[in-house]
DNA sequence: GACTAGATCGAACGATCGTTCTATATCTAA
DNA sequence: TTAGATATAGAACGATCGTTCGATCTAGTC
């Protein structure tokens, strides 16, 4: 009997084999999703990277959009579980806060093309897609949004909106994806500490605008 | 006699109503451009939304990247002559790099869909567009980098690397289109006062991390 | 060796893509 | 009023898209 649905994408077994070859599409899917972007990339251009037919594509994954959500479990999803571990070594609110950053910037160096996909595209994904992206973003944001308190409660950060801060904080990390290839000559962890001293006497400097309460 | 390649496009004139019904193009091309980009975006999309024929729309434009150098053109183009626009006030350092970021801020919300089409999907063009978008954005960045070295000889700037340093700034005005949606209750004008507040803070406090000569 | 479930393939479907062709309208200048 | 340029439309082309189908191949198990 023929069956709906790939066939080992369900409840039934999968090879050992068959897991490789899994991660193997993922692995060609983050590459092209990356450099290409979402639509940019075809079922087609993922079977060719990894030599094997269309339609193996689809024994592994249901649709083109499955393959994009097993590349956000296979990696991105990890980013707020890691960087909620760089918190737990614990320290003073600002080491863990310098370390939090420290994490986020490697984690983003270590995965960018990951990083990229997350970051792209999110208009051509489903509802489901979205919501599991932002989600994952909103994560994210909230252990910003978490730190920046503590540091504001040991009077290290000044009284800008929190929310504000933390958008801040962020586009600063995340940007660093795009420029990160054109320099050249200084070792990464340099450049990541000169961010994190950007960052935190930013976040010092903070005045309020008037109409909102710190 | 037929003509090959666009009839109005070339040097042959083109009406006033002509000139309308372009720019009506240019503007629902970025309306889609901006929200489902470049390879999302089909010339019938286009077409539909101006309530006008597919081959219409190619009577305007050679191609589908001709139309997006023309929004480049259009809008992009302009920001660097905007930005020095801001800086030809003159005024001392501080205060001028203050205008600088304030003016960027302000065009970026002014012409968000044009903004975010510049920033987005620079993949899918082809070696000419790339070249185009590459050299606004460099414009863009030795003009942060002028102003930082002004503000550094008046020891307004850290010791950090420069060009890390106008990264760092273009992260935190341009992560802004990401996120000025989601932050209500706020006048714009507040946010950018302390957007600027940080940036400045986190310029003066930057450090020296060896390897390099500031 | 026969059975079975997973792995892989080639071909095809309908939809949509960018683009071109050919034919009309519409306007303007002589 | 008519000639010529400009503006617009509809149909079609070949390519590619996501997806499906039916068949074969392969590797274990009885």
């Known amino acids: 009997m023929y069956n709906r649905s790939p066939t080992t994408a369900g409840v039934g077994g999968m090879t050992e084999r068959g897991e490789r070859q899994k991660d193997e599409l993922i692995e060609a899917a983050i590459e092209l999703f990356a450099s290409n972007g979402y639509a940019g990339t075809s079922i087609r251009d ?3 990277l990894t030599g094997r037919s269309v339609s193996n594509v689809y024994h592994y994954f249901e649709d083109k959009e499955a393959l994009w959500l097993a590349i956000l479990e296979y990696s991105a999803k990890g980013i707020p579980e890691r960087l909620r571990a760089a918190l737990a070594a614990g320290g003073p609110p600002l080491e863990r806060f310098r370390n939090l950053i420290r994490t986020h910037l490697q984690l983003s160096a270590t995965q960018q093309r990951e990083a990229k996909i997350f970051h792209i595209d999110e208009e051509r994904l489903s509802p489901t897609g979205k919501r599991i992206n932002r989600r994952i973003q909103k994560e994210i944001l909230d252990i910003y949004l978490g730190e920046l308190e503590r540091l504001r409660a040991e009077g290290l950060v000044g009284g800008g909106n929190l929310r504000v801060l ?10 660093h994806l795009r420029w ?4 050249a000559g200084i070792p990464a962890a340099n450049i990541h500490e000169e961010m994190i001293d950007f960052i935190l006497f930013g976040l010092q400097g903070a005045r309020v605008h008037a109409d909102r309460g710190g």
């Open 180 to 183: 990160q290839h054109h320099v």
């Open 46 to 48: 993922i079977a060719k």
């Open 166 to 175: 933390a958008f801040n904080v962020l586009g600063v990390i995340n940007w």
